[in-house]
């Protein structure tokens, strides 16, 4: 038997414990709340979008007509621009997360 106190068995014993704890890693499967919270935070973020779009149209539009005493010509045009400032919006959000999502692709089959 080898004696524990010689420090090349130390120094093998670290090594070895550094290999295991590498390989446990990389195994490790990612767990799938992560995955799915990262998800629902996309869907909260485009569907906040396009409410807040809508509000701030809302909120233009009838401040306008209520200044101006026309009541539902402004608020309906504005409401039109907020929905369609909204689905800008969100079309931005998702084509971010697309690119995103192809450069972690690239980079994947790269590694291969």
Do not use: C
Request: hydrophobic share 45%; aromatic share 6%.
């Amino acid at each position: 038997m080898s004696d524990p106190q010689d420090p090349s068995d130390g120094a093998r014993l670290k090594v070895l414990e550094a290999r295991i704890s590498a390989a446990k890693a990389a195994t490790a499967p990612v767990p799938h709340m992560k995955k799915d919270y990262s998800q629902a935070q996309v869907a909260w973020r485009m569907v906040i979008e396009l409410v807040a779009g809508l509000v701030i149209g809302f909120g233009i539009g009838y401040g306008l007509d209520t200044l101006l005493g026309t009541m539902p010509i402004f608020l309906v045009l504005f409401i039109g621009f907020g929905l369609a400032a909204g689905v800008k919006t969100m079309l931005r959000s998702a084509n971010e997360l697309q690119e995103r999502r192809l450069a972690k692709d690239a980079a994947d089959q790269g590694d291969d």
